[in-house]
């Protein structure tokens, strides 16, 4: 059973930051690359960043240099570093293999930018 736990989230003021952590576990999660997504009220979801198996990581540009991605896959966890965030990045973030085929969702976790 896979099973995808989205944690971190959480109210910040602008110009915050905060670090979400997803919790990854029924899967070979070293070999899969795996992405942040958002979906905020009255929009689709949206792709953040991704990080491949290897490492390597690409942004969207509405994050790109806020935003970092990064992995531990002795704790089979993904995170995001969040700074210098923005009224905008408010939304439920979620996490997941990196791909047009994706286990099913967490619940996610919300973040609330505001001041």
Partial sequence: QVQLVESGGGLVQPGGSLR?????SGFMFRIYGM???RQAPG???ELVAT???SGSTNYADSVKGRFTISRDNAKNTVYLHMNSLKPEDTAVYYCNRDGK??????QG???????
């Avoid at 979400?20 to 990854?24: G, H, N």
């Avoid at 085929?101 to 967490?106: A, L």
């Fill in 109 to 115: 976790t919300q973040v609330t930018v505001s001041s």
């Fill in 35 to 37: 992405g942040w997504y």
């Fill in 51 to 53: 990080i491949t198996s």
């Fill in 20 to 24: 979400l952590s997803c919790a990854a």
């Fill in 43 to 45: 929009k689709e979801r």
């Fill in 101 to 106: 085929v994706r286990y099913p969702w967490g």
